[in-house]
């Protein structure tokens, strides 16, 4: 499987994993949500919104080949604008198979289910693809509508850190969600839509 020819396709949305050549849309979508987003990610000075940044951050040839990192673009499926990140990081394999998870959506596209249905696909590669057993996310407690997210998808709430991670400039509390391949299959078992993996002139449906 070439994950970066790959299309996971739902309803709304589809995911694809970011190259170079999705640079330039990645640096509009940066600029247009940067008020937006700044409360939840740490600070980020001029240089981060540059095309030479973009261009770093969509490169990813070595760490999706070393099985390090996933990060891919939501894409919406009429349009297919760019309107969101999810990605897949510090993947630990031996006896863990575990990795953490984490997201950004659009400002204009909140509350439309976009990102519900980007991290049941992700849920889907991750469980069904990369054969992992565990995810994890770390949400700051004001942050309710992500935990909601998290919460719907059947993500359970493990832990607390206090001071966990500085965030535009300030060292934030988390949260500490995870959720298991075991939960994974119990809840998805009878999921309402198929998710779609598109490679090439390849399709492949399948049931979660």
């Known amino acids: ?40 990610v740490p600070l980020r000075d001029e240089s981060y919104f540059t095309l030479e940044n973009a261009i770093n951050q969509t ?45 950004d959506l659009d400002h204009s596209c909140q509350s439309q289910g976009y990102m519900t249905e980007a991290l049941h696909l992700m849920m889907s590669f991750s469980f069904n693809r990369l054969l992992l057993h565990r995810l994890k996310a770390n949400i ?29 400039g300030k060292w934030e509390d988390h949260l500490f969600y995870a959720l298991t391949k075991e939960r994974f299959d119990e809840l998805y078992q009878n999921a309402p839509y198929p998710v779609i993996y598109e490679e090439r002139a390849e399709t492949i449906t399948i049931k979660d």
């Open 1 to 40: 499987m070439n994950v970066f020819n790959l299309r996971i396709k739902g309803r709304l949305i589809f995911l694809q994993l970011l190259t170079p050549a999705h640079a330039e849309f990645f640096l509009t979508y940066l600029l247009a949500n940067q008020p937006f987003h700044a409360p939840y």
């Open 59 to 103: 490169t990813q040839w070595t760490e999706v080949e070393q099985d390090q990192r996933y990060s891919f673009g939501i894409f919406e499926q009429a349009s297919e604008r760019l309107v969101g990140k999810i990605t897949l990081s510090q993947v630990f394999r031996g006896p863990f198979q575990n990795a953490f998870i984490g997201y």
């Open 140 to 168: 700051m407690p004001h942050n309710r509508a992500s935990q909601r997210v998290l919460e719907k998808a059947g993500f359970a709430k493990e832990g607390f850190g206090a001071n966990y991670l500085k965030i535009n």
